[in-house]
């Protein structure tokens, strides 16, 4: 198979790449990033060299470019990571957020129609179901549960769902889609809790927690939601949503407790919350386990030691980030709340 990844020296998506050069050494991997301020080529570094991955810079929204990429490269599984995916970057400023999440899609979609392709999977997440109350353990989103977004973000990504299944439905395009809950690991962006404090309590820097903390987020090791992708697109079924998570809820505070104690050290200082915060999501990922037989391998105690001992052994990928343009978001986030 030739698949193109796009967003894939971002987060997921480069956990994505490598997992899939690993696991399916025969397929072919294309990846297209923006390289935003949230790609990283570092990401990327150990698999240059791979036969079966190639790079190229391009904008999802800029179609002259992603058709000569779908002309040339005829692409036959599309996975869309590419987004903009900070939650408080799209309460600053939520138009890039629809320019990419949205018209980005859209683009990706329109070259699928015209140039053929088996399989368009779109990634999302569990942000547009909007929030579940703090006192109903009970309850938990299904496949069927309403679209409710909170955030400019959440918003974006509802919108590019519906979008992607009236392509579906109007078009013929066959396309999946899978809504995640919070992924953890390797690779994820400082300015995200887990990466955040971490690297805070390395370099001694009170940890920010905003409101009481006691949000909670149901957290998925990384290379669980590669799997899932992978079950998705070679056996889910066409027009389909999957909601993908573990049954892993901790609130926010519970989280940075468990970061403080395995690091030894680390200072709580809590701060104004942040607008229109959801207070708890939670994924059944009944669907999901059923049909195509998917279940998350790692626990939160044992993915979170592997996640901290990753950002120790590997403190220049995060510590490239963290200076420079980084540090006027960081101020303008933290600095005074
Ligand atoms: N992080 C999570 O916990 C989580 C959970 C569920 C779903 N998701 C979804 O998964 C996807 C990946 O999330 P992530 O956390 O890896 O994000 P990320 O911000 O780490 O990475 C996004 C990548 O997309 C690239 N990009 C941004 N705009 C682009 C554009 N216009 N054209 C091409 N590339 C562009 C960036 O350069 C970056 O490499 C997103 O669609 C997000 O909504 C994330």
């Known amino acids: 198979m030739k698949i193109l990844v796009t967003g894939g020296a971002g987060f997921i998506g480069g956990n994505f790449v490598h997992y899939m050069l690993r696991e399916h050494p025969e397929d072919e991997i294309l990846c297209v990033d923006a390289l935003t301020y949230a790609g990283n080529m570092e990401t990327l570094a150990p698999v240059m060299d791979n036969p079966h991955f190639k790079f190229i810079k391009a904008d999802i929204a800029d179609r002259e470019t992603i058709y000569a990429i779908f002309e040339q490269e005829k692409p036959e599984v599309i996975v869309n990571f590419a987004a903009e995916s900070h939650v408080d970057r799209s309460i600053e400023n939520p138009a890039i957020f629809l320019q990419t999440n949205v018209m980005g899609t859209q683009v990706l979609l329109d070259a699928c129609r015209k140039y053929g392709i088996q399989r368009y999977h779109q990634v999302s997440t569990d942000e547009v179901y909007g929030d579940l109350p703090l006192d109903r353990p009970d309850l938990f989103f299904t496949e ?11 918003a974006s990504k509802a ?9 579906h439905r109007t078009f ?12 953890y690991g390797p690779y994820h962006f ?4 887990i990466p955040l404090m971490i690297a805070n309590v390395l370099n001694d820097k009170p940890l920010p927690v905003y409101g009481d903390g006691k949000n909670v987020r149901d957290w998925l090791y990384v290379e669980d939601h590669c799997s899932a992708i992978d079950l998705i ?16 809820e901790k609130t926010n505070l519970e989280v940075v407790q468990l970061i ?7 200072e709580i200082q809590f701060v104004r919350d942040r607008a229109g915060h959801d207070r708890r999501y939670a994924i059944d990922p009944t669907k999901i ?14 993915g979170i030691q592997k996640t901290i001992q990753w950002y120790l052994d590997n403190k220049p990928w995060w510590e490239n980030i963290i200076s420079g343009e980084y540090q006027n978001y960081y101020e303008r986030m933290y600095g005074n709340r």
Do not use: M
């Not at 919108?159 to 392509?167: G, P, T």
């Not at 013929?172 to 992924?183: A, E, H, K, L, M």
């Not at 998917?294 to 626990?299: A, D, E, R, Y």
């Open 144 to 154: 069927e549960t309403p679209i409710h977004t909170s955030s400019p973000y959440s």
């Open 190 to 193: 400082p300015e995200k809790l």
């Open 233 to 248: 697109i070679r056996n889910g079924r066409v027009g389909e949503v999957y909601n993908v998570g573990g049954h892993n």
């Open 159 to 167: 919108s590019a769902d519906l979008l992607v299944q009236a392509y």
């Open 260 to 266: 403080i104690a395995t690091l030894g050290k680390g």
């Open 289 to 302: 386990h059923n049909e195509l037989g998917w279940l998350p391998k790692t626990k939160f105690e044992d």
């Open 172 to 183: 013929g395009v066959p396309v999946t889609i899978s809504r995640c809950s919070n992924n």
